[in-house]
């Protein structure tokens, strides 16, 4: 149960706007805020890296707090500046030559596709996407009647960034075990708004930020790298943090999924993002999830009374995000209406 008064104490910038945007950035309640800004201050007040050294264990408990986030271990948790970035670094780390075949959905989020269409256009791999069942989502009946010795990847985005639909994550990853296809999955807007098993759902990478319904501050990410699949992946690009240089002409990576980091990040950040996580967990994702939802259900229902609206969401099962039309009426004259009255919403 979540108690509705407490989180709205707890988030400042209710004070001052009614905000449906968390889909592109969520309001950060003040925990993730002292965290953030308490840092800076020590930066400013001793110097940043005396300050980072001071916050050193609170640096590494962020990933343990990831690792619990998704039921993963520590050693399997990354910290990077961006979701694209996150799922760039997993994604360019695999081969690809002519002809191999990298199955997607049709509600990817334009920035992964536009990697794979370079991918494409650099090796000769083919890009294909898996047709949508009835309600929407991906078919995974269709899934399973692509699969041949040629698929290298399934790449998938779990909630698409323009509409309420969830697709079959779980579902997925069974198909992809089952053929031993490696598995990546964009979970930007799934993570912080609904309960994440990255060993239930199957996935080899799990990509996803700390902005959204996690409800941490922008530009920073994080990316998930199973065990047993880190030792098929070297990073496009390396540094002292994420290799060492061992002689003149040699390095050695990092065995663990910091060898997707740079050494250069943000411990202000890396702290908040800490924060949101273990602000998420004490609500618990579950509670999270049935409250969330069930307001967006409700929204739903009241958006498809009013005369001229259509709901656009698709989906067996709808989560969060809210996407409608108003017959006669542009989008972004709507989006600034609302923002008059002190409603955020995006298009």
Not at 101 to 106: D, E, Q, V
Not at 150 to 172: D, E, Q, S, Y
Not at 207 to 213: D, H, I, L, M, P
């Amino acid at each position: 149960m979540i108690d509705v008064a407490r989180a709205r104490a707890e988030t400042p910038g209710c004070a001052n706007v009614i905000h449906f945007n968390n889909a592109g950035a969520s309001l950060m309640p003040q925990p993730v805020l002292d965290a953030v800004l308490g840092h800076l201050r020590l930066e400013s007040s001793i110097g940043a890296y005396e300050a980072a050294d001071r916050s050193e264990p609170a640096l590494e408990r962020v990933y343990d707090s990831l690792a619990a986030l998704l039921g993963a271990h520590r050693d399997e948790i990354a910290v990077v500046e961006n979701a694209t970035r996150a799922w760039d670094m997993a994604f360019y780390s695999l081969r690809f030559g002519p002809g191999d075949r990298i199955l997607t959905s049709a509600a990817e989020y334009a920035s992964n596709y536009i990697a794979l269409l370079q991918t494409a256009r650099r090796t000769g791999a083919v890009i294909e996407v898996v047709p949508g069942d009835a309600t929407g989502q991906v078919s995974v009946e269709a899934l399973e009647r692509m699969i041949d010795s040629r698929v290298k990847l399934i790449a998938l985005t779990h909630i698409p960034t323009n509409g309420g639909l969830v697709n079959p994550a779980r579902a997925v990853g069974a198909v992809a075990r089952r053929a031993g296809i490696p598995f990546l999955l964009d979970a930007c807007q799934s993570v912080g708004q609904m309960p994440i098993d990255v060993a239930e759902i199957g996935c080899d990478v799990l990509s996803a930020t700390g902005r959204k319904f996690l409800r941490g501050p922008r530009a920073i990410g994080f990316l998930y790298v199973r065990r047993d699949f880190l030792s098929k992946l070297e990073p496009p690009f390396l540094d002292m943090h994420a290799a060492t240089w061992v002689a003149r002409d040699a390095y050695e990576i990092r065995p663990d999924a910091r060898r997707f980091e740079n050494w250069e990040t943000s411990a202000a950040l890396k702290l908040g993002l800490g924060s949101a996580v273990d602000y998420a967990m004490e609500w618990g994702l579950e509670a999270i999830r049935e409250r969330a939802w069930s307001l967006a259900a409700t929204l739903r229902r009241a958006l498809a009374a009013m005369p001229g609206v259509t709901v656009r969401d698709l989906g067996a099962e709808k989560c969060a995000i809210v996407t409608f039309t108003v017959q006669g009426r542009d989008p972004e004259e709507i989006k600034r209406s609302l923002l008059e009255k002190g409603i955020n919403v995006t298009t």
